[in-house]
């Protein structure tokens, strides 16, 4: 169930807001939406909230702060950021406060909502007593060697961490919770930042990817397009939910906010390749040429 969660959306334009509360109430979560962090942080003085959406450009407080304000006061919520077009230097900072991922403005449901399904997830994650888990996949040591050589050569140079999580994904093929944590360490960073960079951008992974990865945009000029037939099809041909990876491994699928081919929508890339103009009958096609 989704209704115990309190969501609060922070955002000076009503209509973000509005968006925000029909999305995710038709969907049970119980949500509330505030037009100024100032107002926020008061409501959160009185109140916890499990989870915050919040813009970053705001008059009198900005989203920066009110993150600050979070991490300080309620450490135990998570905190989405809904954006435009930020600044590098804000994004880093927002990054360094361990936010859990992004909304681009505008949004489609489904962005939306497929943040939420990940960031409530990682907030249940989080809260969840500690219990005997099963036994993870030993890395090898040599490829524990070769992430801590790439750690000690990137160690000393600004702005190390991307450069070492994609060489370090190269190496593992994913960036699962024990690759984090050692690169972590290795940078002198906290899990939290490492984890808020890998949810950032979407060329990371934290799961396994088959032989073949399959990336569909939800960004809004697919969405109107009927991108989502064209996933639900992929789906159905594969039998995989995203996230997930087929039986012999060949395929993996996931979504993204946007690929940059907006002319080209509805788009699909299969590893380096590009497809615009999708539709549902396309896809058994140019599945067997990866078959």
Request: hydrophobic fraction near 35%; charge should be negative.
């Amino acid at each position: 169930m989704v209704d115990d969660l309190k969501i609060l959306v922070v955002d000076d334009e009503p209509i973000i807001i509005r968006s925000c509360e029909s999305i995710l109430k038709s969907e049970g979560y119980n949500v509330q939406g505030l037009l100024s962090a100032k107002d926020a942080i008061l409501r959160m003085e009185q109140q916890p909230f499990d989870l915050v959406f919040t813009d970053l450009k705001m008059p009198e407080v900005d989203g920066i702060t009110l993150i600050r304000w979070i991490r300080q006061k309620r450490p135990d919520t998570g905190v989405v950021i809904i954006t435009g077009y930020p600044s590098q230097d804000t994004i880093k900072d927002a990054l360094e406060l361990g936010i859990i991922d992004y909304v681009p403005k505008p949004f489609t449901p489904t962005v939306l909502l497929d943040v939420t399904q990940r960031a409530v997830s990682w907030i249940r994650e989080k809260k969840a007593p500690l219990e005997p888990k099963e036994k993870k996949e030993e890395l090898p040591p040599s490829m524990l060697q070769e992430i801590d050589r790439v750690i000690s050569q990137y160690r000393s140079k600004p702005g190390s961490s991307i450069p070492v999580l994609q060489r370090c994904q190269q190496i593992v093929g994913y960036l699962p919770p024990e690759v984090q944590k050692r690169i972590a360490k290795g940078l002198n960073m906290t899990p939290a930042e490492i984890h808020g960079i890998v949810s950032f951008y979407s060329f990371f992974t934290m799961k396994p990817r088959g032989d073949h990865n399959i990336r569909i945009c939800l960004g809004t000029a697919c969405y109107v397009k009927r991108v989502e037939e064209v996933l639900n099809r992929i789906k159905e041909d594969l039998k995989i939910d995203v996230g997930e990876v087929t039986e012999d491994k060949k395929f993996s699928l996931e979504t993204v906010r946007c690929l940059g081919a907006c002319g080209l929508a509805p788009v699909m890339v299969i590893d380096e390749e590009t497809y615009g103009a999708m539709n549902p009958k396309k896809v058994p096609d140019i599945l067997k040429e990866y078959a």
